[in-house]
């Protein structure tokens, strides 16, 4: 792979950044931590503080709850209109376009993310979110009953009322957007942790919010670390709702606290150990692209990401080869760099921990055909890896590194890897590549997965549900399923007496 | 010609809805009566009608009287125009081109290439979306040259326009592009090893036929779904309201929609309505108007191509107050459920049943309000009332009221025109009205309340169900218990409790019996623009069924 040179380098601009907003936004308002205190969020490119930002912790928490709670209790948000909700979103969508530079490069530096994609994907994704619920916060519909007595019965679907979201480094504007957009058009307060590694844009986004006629106090966002706001959050007794997305391990730390404290429902999207299956009737070089982006897109820093490369026997010789030069081609460096495929790992801690799995991976002996290295003497740039030769019960083939760290496992038939594929405790995602129809068909239905893409990878769509299965965790986000996170169903019913009809 | 404008009108004559007036309407109403007292009329005081002062002029010009086909403002095939009248004199406002059946097939096929070919059922959903989203700031930044366009042309006061169904027909449109990106099918449990989905399809070309009284927000309420499903459309105006459609039409291109996905063609019933609901290459009708003019369509429909039919059609509609009700509300909401918009509402509360514990209050105040009621120029403020559409309307709502002197009811107030020029009606209450009179039977689509007693609800039920009509209906009560066995009891396609008008875009509306087919507005309208597929695959060792 080539390296394109670090920072500063000719042919590209870095755009300058000024850090606008670096407190806690609670009630409308930019503060300081109660307690004063602050934390770096650093470049990943280089390894260098960017910006010290407020750190919250139980008694923000407190506050921004508290600022929600009085909000939802008696505030305007859940008491208006749904179409009045949505002209406010569009409103807030529309600042998000307009800012699609500048907030494309706060995640950039936040988060190592490639800036063109950003400008593309991520922020205009976000604001087509927003306006896709926008358009649902109308049309949240309850139902009439078909009751076995004289009774007219309904249900209300009511908000839920103060929602926590706990949020991921990896897309920090897409994952705001998964869990704020339904809750708002929903009609929900809320408390927004965004990752200690990538504060930056989620407070931009509050201020956006706020110009664009959110009331106070319904969108709080406090930076922090886990074990301290996180967990403040997850057992507030005044948090109705807990929205998480991050590893299975804290999945599981979130779902103890709720119980633990006032039994909140809880929606999780954890961790995956997704594959990806190429069938011998698939187009290699089609497969071979498609596995490429699945594995690495976004520095393999997703949690759909395709890290179980399973191919038939058939094509596996060719489909390596080929996997090979492509993961060689790619070009890693400053993610500013208009060219480059792959930028820096979000931290010195996940870079260090994935180049720990690919030594784990050649001490378990699976061999390793490319990469495998640090490329950059600064920042957190890690090569395109591919192992082969990888088993089943391999650390690599089980365990989610979120790197750029690619397994690939050789099948006989649909059976066979139909059973490896299930053969995890993860159950995100799945791709399978086959021109067969009953292939699709009985592979789709056998792998435990929320979401399989045939060819095709990263399918996501604002109307297509997402979340996983198993210890990937479950409630979904996006479509209209993700509403029903944010909503819970009352039923009325009254009698009915001398009715014509029942 | 004179012939046929009478059966044209037959064709394409009423409408329904109103819209729920702005929450503080009446306050402002109330104040803009106070500070310009004697600026208008109020028939019971001031008989020599400002109606006769000389029309003020609309804030507004004229931009577009072509017919719209395929992206462009062309002139009819026959190169024929048609006046089309300010209601306040009788004079020209403007002539617009005369579409018929030549032009209905020069939309059609542009409609059908839009379709068959063209990107938009091919684009995805979200930009669909945009577009009309567009469209709904564009119409809200041109809000009062629509809003006056509107009342020039259909005689309606401009603040009703302007504060109501421009913004309703905008928030519709808003409503609909939110629907574009969530039209689901269903994924079917099948009974054996099958995979089974349901597409839900746009359904093509839809011809749609648009009534006089509403034509905004009829407009808004039959393109706004069919876009949004991914349909292209041929719509035909009524004669009498042809303005604000195609300048509408304009902003919607101007928004982004393809060429000839939207056509607009203006004519008369007989012969370019009548070509649309023959047409072979349209695959589905919408029409809102007369239930007589309903029949003809859907037996042309029928007899071409069996495309289906949406129908919206007249009303007989009952409002029935309870001995527990509130009476000064329901005087109120009764008023306006029957003299909004002239009482050219398809839903119009055109009979209202009083309970006699409280019918001689509900009479004499009813009177009152009735003579309070602003009539005059409807681009001045505070007038609550404006001419009726034309000659021939005003003609047969004074036909009524002469029918209903004769058949014996008390005419409480009201009952004459208004001035020597235009078509203004006064504000007309009849009391002591019998369920076999015409007035009661009949639709009049004017400003004639008629107030009939009742003593108990199964009574009130029967009576108010005993007509061919089954549009909606208003109960006014504090009982829990009567208003839903009344809800439950009476067939009619909205109930309204204790409110009347409430036009909310998700709100499903439509008729029971001969006042429809099928509902408009909410989600129940996008099945009338989606064909339903089913796709049924075998599964080979399926995980599970």
Not at chain 2, 275 to 298: E, N, P, Q, R
Not at chain 2, 396 to 423: H, P, Q
């Amino acid at each position: 792979m080539a390296m394109a040179a670090a920072n500063g380098a000719k042919g590209f601009e870095v755009p300058e950044l000024d850090i606008k907003f670096t407190k806690l936004f609670i009630n409308g308002q930019f503060v300081d931590a109660a307690s004063g205190k602050t934390f770096e969020t650093r470049d990943p490119r280089t390894g260098e503080v960017i910006a010290k930002i407020a750190e919250g912790d139980k008694a923000d928490i407190d506050l921004a709850v508290k600022a929600a709670r009085e909000a939802f209790d008696n505030g305007p948000w859940p008491r208006m209109p749904g179409c009045a909700r949505a002209r406010i979103m569009h409103r807030f969508a529309d600042l998000v376009d307009q800012h699609v530079e500048e907030l494309a490069a706060l995640d950039t530096v936040d988060a190592g993310k490639l800036f063109l994609m950003g400008k593309m994907m991520d922020i205009p994704g976000g604001a087509n979110l927003l306006r896709y619920y926008a358009g649902a916060a109308d049309k949240i519909h309850g139902e009439t009953l078909k009751m076995a007595r004289p009774l007219h019965g309904y249900t209300l679907k009511e908000p839920v009322g103060v929602v926590g979201h706990i949020v991921p480094w990896n897309y920090p504007t897409t994952m705001f957007f998964f869990k704020v957009s339904p809750a708002l058009a929903a009609g929900c307060t809320m408390v927004v942790k965004p990752a200690e590694q990538t504060p930056l844009s989620a407070l931009f986004y509050a201020h956006l919010a706020k110009e664009a006629g959110i009331p106070d106090g319904v969108l709080n966002v406090v930076p922090g670390f886990g074990p301290t706001a996180g967990a403040a959050m997850a057992s507030h007794m005044d948090v109705d709702k807990i929205s998480f997305t991050g590893s299975t391990e804290v999945g599981r730390l979130v779902m103890q606290a709720a119980a633990m404290s006032n039994l909140k429902p809880v929606s999780l999207e954890l961790g995956g150990k997704s594959p990806v299956i190429v069938f011998d009737d698939a187009d290699v070089d089609m497969a071979v692209n498609l596995v490429n982006m699945a594995t690495y897109m976004n520095k393999g820093e997703i949690c759909v990401a395709g890290t179980r490369i399973y191919v038939q026997e058939g094509i596996y010789d060719a489909f390596v080869k080929k996997s090979v030069e492509l993961a060689k081609k790619s070009v890693v460096g400053d993610p500013f760099n208009p060219n480059v495929h792959q930028g820096p790992q979000v931290d010195k801690d996940q870079y260090e921990k994935v180049l720990k799995y690919i030594d784990v991976g050649k001490s378990e002996g699976a061999t390793l055909l490319t990469g495998g290295k640090p490329c950059s003497d600064k920042g957190y740039y890690i090569e395109p890896t591919i192992f082969t030769n990888v088993t089943d019960d391999m650390a690599i083939a089980q365990e989610e590194i979120f790197g750029p760290v690619m397994a690939l496992m050789k099948f006989k038939t649909v059976e066979e890897v139909i059973q490896k594929a299930n053969s995890t405790r993860y159950g995100l995602a799945a791709g399978v590549v086959t021109k067969n129809i009953d292939t699709m068909n009985t592979v789709s239905r056998s792998v435990r997965s929320g979401v399989v893409w045939v060819n095709c990878y990263f399918a996501f769509d604002p109307d297509a549900p997402f979340g996983g299965c198993k210890m990937s965790g479950f409630g979904k986000d996006m479509g209209t399923d993700a509403l029903e996170k944010y909503l819970h169903t009352k039923t009325v019913v009254t009698p009915l007496y001398n009715t014509p009809w029942l | 010609m004179v012939a046929r404008r009478a059966a044209s009108s037959f064709l394409s004559r009423r409408g329904l809805l109103l819209p729920r007036p702005p929450a503080d309407s009446l306050l402002r109403a109330d104040s803009a009566r106070r500070s310009l007292p004697g600026a208008v009329y109020r028939f019971s005081t001031a008989p020599a009608a400002t109606a006769d002062e000389e029309p003020i002029k609309p804030p507004v010009e004229v931009k577009y009287t072509q017919l719209l086909i395929n992206g462009n403002f062309v002139d009819a095939a026959s190169g024929r125009t048609f006046p089309t009248v300010d209601p306040r004199t009788g004079e020209v406002i403007a002539r617009v081109a005369e579409g018929d059946a030549e032009d209905i097939d020069r939309a059609v096929a542009a409609a059908r290439r839009a379709f068959d070919e063209g990107p938009w059922p091919r684009m995805t959903a979200y930009e669909r979306c945009r577009v009309l989203l567009r469209f709904a700031d564009l119409m809200e930044r041109h809000n009062d040259e629509i809003a006056a366009l509107e009342s020039w042309d259909g005689g309606k006061p401009l603040e009703q326009s302007a504060g109501g169904e421009v913004p309703m027909a905008a928030r519709c449109m808003r409503y609909y592009a939110g629907w574009a990106d969530k039209i689901h099918g269903m994924v079917v449990p099948a009974d054996g090893p099958h995979h089974v989905q349901v597409l839900r399809e746009p359904i093509g070309v839809a011809g749609q036929i648009i009534p006089w009284n509403f034509p905004l927000l009829m407009f808004a309420w039959k393109v706004g779904p069919a876009l949004a499903c991914g349909n292209a459309v041929v719509l035909k105006t009524a004669e009498q309201t042809p303005l604000s459609a195609l300048y509408v039409a304009s902003l919607l291109h101007e928004a982004g929609l393809p060429d000839g996905v939207l056509n607009v063609v203006p004519g008369f019933g007989p012969t370019a309505g009548a070509a649309l609901c023959s047409h072979m290459g349209v695959d589905k009708l919408a029409f809102t108007g007369s239930t007589g003019t309903g029949k003809i369509i859907l037996e042309l429909a029928a007899r071409s191509n069996l495309k289906p039919v949406t129908l919206e059609l007249g009303g007989k509609s009952p409002f029935i107050v309870m001995d527990d009700a509130d009476v000064d509300q329901a005087v109120e909401l009764a008023h306006r459920a029957l003299f909004f918009n002239q009482g050219q509402c398809c839903c119009a509360g055109s009979r209202t049943f009083v309970h006699e514990s409280v019918y001689d209050e509900f009479v004499e105040k009813s009177k009152a309000r009735a003579q309070r009621r602003v009539v005059g120029d409807p681009f001045k403020k505070g007038v609550e009332q404006g001419p009726q559409i034309d000659g021939q309307q005003f003609k047969k709502i004074l036909g009524y009221v002469k029918s209903g002197v004769d058949s014996g009811a008390t005419l409480v107030t009201g009952g004459e025109r208004v001035g020597s020029r235009g078509f203004y009606i006064q504000p007309t209450v009849f009391a002591d009205v019998e369920d076999e009179m015409k007035i009661a039977q009949e639709e009049i689509f004017g400003p004639i309340q008629s107030i009939l007693k009742f003593r108990e609800v199964g009574e009130v039920v029967r009576r108010a169900n005993a007509t061919q009509y089954g549009l909606a209906a208003g109960v006014f009560t504090r009982s829990l218990d009567t208003a839903n066995a009344v809800a439950r009891a009476l067939r009619v396609g909205t109930v309204w409790v204790n409110c009347y008008d409430v036009f909310d875009a998700a709100i499903p509306f439509g008729g029971y019996k001969m006042s429809g087919v099928g509902r408009e507005k909410g989600a129940y309208s996008l099945g009338n623009y989606l064909q339903t597929k089913a796709v049924v695959a075998p599964l080979r060792d399926p995980a599970w069924l």
